[in-house]
């Protein structure tokens, strides 16, 4: 333990006290805080067998939020989990639920709550590019442009 007067596991406690973090975000910052490798193994090592490291469940709240506060498409959350460090598998399961047709209603919803019309060119880019950068997949963006373009306007 060196120098440093903080124990390393009350140190990832109240690390975890203020934001919910991943395995790899915790590793980084108590490798920040020169926390030496073996300590931060024995430390993360208790904190997912009590259940306060899960990489799995992080990745589900984490996807369930930006679908629905953010309005983020499968892409960009997967990107996003990918970044934090969650593996593979756990973003897969997070992201089951979102088959095409959820997904489109999702980007549909998304324009309309937007007030986004695509009757003109401009209209339609402008919609596309919305949809791209929240991170759904451009085919479905495309699909998503056209159902609104067709639909009645009320």
Do not use: N
């Not at 495309?142 to 009320?154: D, F, I, L, N």
Request: proline residues 3%; glycine residues 10%; hydrophobic residues 40%.
């Amino acid at each position: 333990m060196g120098g440093r007067a903080e124990d390393p596991y009350e140190l990832a406690l109240r690390a975890l006290g203020y934001k919910e973090r991943t395995e790899l975000e915790l590793r980084t910052w108590l490798a920040d805080r020169d926390v030496a490798e073996v300590e931060i193994e024995e430390v993360i090592g208790l904190l997912i067998e009590a259940g306060a490291i899960d990489d799995e469940s992080f990745a589900r709240r984490y996807a369930e939020d930006k679908r629905q506060l953010a309005g983020w498409g499968p892409d960009r959350i997967s990107a996003a989990l990918q970044g934090r460090g969650v593996a593979r598998e756990h973003i897969d399961a997070a992201l089951v639920e979102d088959d095409g047709d959820t997904l489109l209603e999702r980007a549909m919803t998304l324009l309309g709550d937007r007030r986004m019309g695509c009757e003109s060119g401009r209209e339609r880019e402008r919609a596309l590019g919305l949809l791209v950068r929240r991170g759904y997949p451009l085919e479905l963006a495309y699909e998503a442009v056209r159902s609104v373009e067709r639909s009645p306007r009320g």
